[in-house]
């Protein structure tokens, strides 16, 4: 069974930087591809930015030109830098990872992490 698992959150002071990363702790999933979303207190779930197979990237408005969504393939890892860090930030950020289970190598599929939260404060 994989299970994803995410690091790299915490508390920052706004204007500070974090790095996510978001990795299979079994190491039995070859991530190709995801995105990180993140849920505020008493909002929707957002997307926040995805990465395709073929490397294209795609944000948020409200996050373009200070966040950077990446993979390393033989890491089988996608990471979110995310820079100038803003209050409005503040989320519970969850990492959806697709790819290829070895036992399954004909399927893609989809998993999620447990989700790592990201306080900013003003």
């Known amino acids: 069974q994989v299970l994803l698992v995410e690091s790299g959150g915490g508390l920052v002071q706004a204007g500070g930087s974090l790095r996510l990363s978001c990795a299979d702790s079994?190491?039995?999933?070859?991530?190709?591809?995801g995105g990180w979303y993140r849920q505020a207190p008493g909002k929707q779930r957002e997307l926040v930015a995805e990465i395709t197979r073929e490397g294209g990237t795609n944000y948020a408005d409200s996050v373009k030109g200070r966040f950077t969504i990446s993979r390393d393939i033989a890491k089988n890892t996608l990471y979110l830098q995310m820079n100038s860090l803003k209050p409005t930030d503040t989320a519970v950020y969850y990492c959806?990872?697709?790819?290829?289970?070895?036992?399954?190598?004909?399927?893609?599929?989809?998993?999620w992490g447990q989700g790592t939260q990201v306080t900013v404060s003003s």
């Open positions: 959806n990872a697709r790819g290829y289970v070895e036992t399954m190598p004909w399927a893609e599929t989809s998993y």
């Open positions: 079994r190491n039995i999933f070859s991530i190709n591809a």
